[in-house]
């Protein structure tokens, strides 16, 4: 009955441990988390102007740009995956490895290489396990990426996408990445970042007449030589910062199921070890009183 009782004292010793470790990393967690969301916050509007900036010149201009251009047989397709440096973060790194192995295996099926280029060391370590080939890849920024971590990434996905597939190009790049919605609330999303998906400017038959006219200054080649480098690393860097917001309140989440289920724990265990000790003293008291009465009948 000792050993037993010894057994869960040193459980509840553990679970507490435990439990404090995953109460600083919940708090730690919390404190980021805000700083996170206001970057997100801060940064959309300017990847949207820029988006809607880069697609207005393709649209009223008559340029045929690298970046705009839809190629006539792709045959290879980058594959950005934007994942996490860290674990206990609950499903954020399986969700978004989940939704790049089916984005992975669309792209396969319409004939298309895919070319992975990988984002945290959850993606690298995955890819690693089952011996995939990688392009590339970045990590040590997942919770707090900077504009240039956007830039590096930005210049290497521009350089392959204007060479030639013959010499290790691609002809798409698509990026996987979880996208900030609430606290409670991320969700995997896929984004075709290239060729810039021309929407704006896209009139019915019944607004042909009210075509507008655009005067571009400088001309437009050299707008969109400046508007799409821009335009690549902006979304790239609101992707990182939407992703590093989800990771975080994904492990605010997680570490916090996890302490209330180590309290759960040594609330069991407490209750447990108060039932052996409670038995074990019913025992030397009945062992007593038998003692006690034994000498009373041998007399």
Do not use: C
């Not at 290790?168 to 990445?177: A, T």
């Not at 896929?190 to 019944?206: A, F, K, W």
Request: hydrophobic residues 40%; without cysteine.
């Amino acid at each position: 009955m000792g050993a037993q009782i010894r057994v869960y004292r040193q459980r509840i010793r553990s679970v507490t441990a435990t439990k404090k470790i995953t109460r600083a990393m919940e708090l730690m967690a919390a404190s980021r988390v805000v700083k996170a969301q206001q970057a997100v916050r801060e940064s959309t509007p300017y990847a949207r102007a820029l988006t809607r900036a880069a697609s207005a010149v393709a649209t009223y201009s008559d340029e045929d740009h690298p970046l705009t251009t839809e190629p006539e047989n792709v045959t290879r397709a980058a594959l950005v995956v934007v994942a996490a440096d860290r674990g206990l973060a609950g499903g954020y790194n399986s969700n978004v490895l989940k939704e790049g192995e089916r984005v992975s295996a669309a792209l396969q099926a319409e004939g298309k290489e895919v070319v992975p280029y990988l984002v945290g060391r959850r993606a690298v370590s995955f890819y690693s396990f089952r011996k995939r080939e990688r392009a590339a890849e970045w990590t040590g920024s997942s919770e707090k990426p900077s504009f240039e971590n956007a830039r590096e990434i930005g210049e290497r996905l521009v350089a392959d996408f204007i060479k030639p597939t013959e010499e290790g190009g691609v002809d798409e790049v698509h990026i996987v990445s979880t996208r900030f919605i609430s606290m409670v609330n991320q969700e995997a999303e896929v984004i075709r970042l290239l060729p810039l998906e021309v929407v704006e400017g896209v009139e019915s038959d019944d607004d042909a007449e009210l075509y507008p006219l655009y005067e571009f200054e400088p001309n437009p080649e050299e707008l969109l030589d400046t508007l799409l480098p821009r335009y690549v690393n902006a979304r790239i860097f609101n992707a990182l910062l939407s992703a590093a917001a989800s990771e975080l309140a994904s492990r605010q989440r997680a570490m916090k199921s996890a302490t209330d289920n180590a309290e759960e724990l040594i609330k069991k265990y407490t209750r447990l070890a108060n039932q052996a000790r409670q038995a074990e003293i019913t025992q030397e008291i009945s062992e007593i009183v038998g003692g006690a009465s034994a000498l009373a009948d041998s007399k």
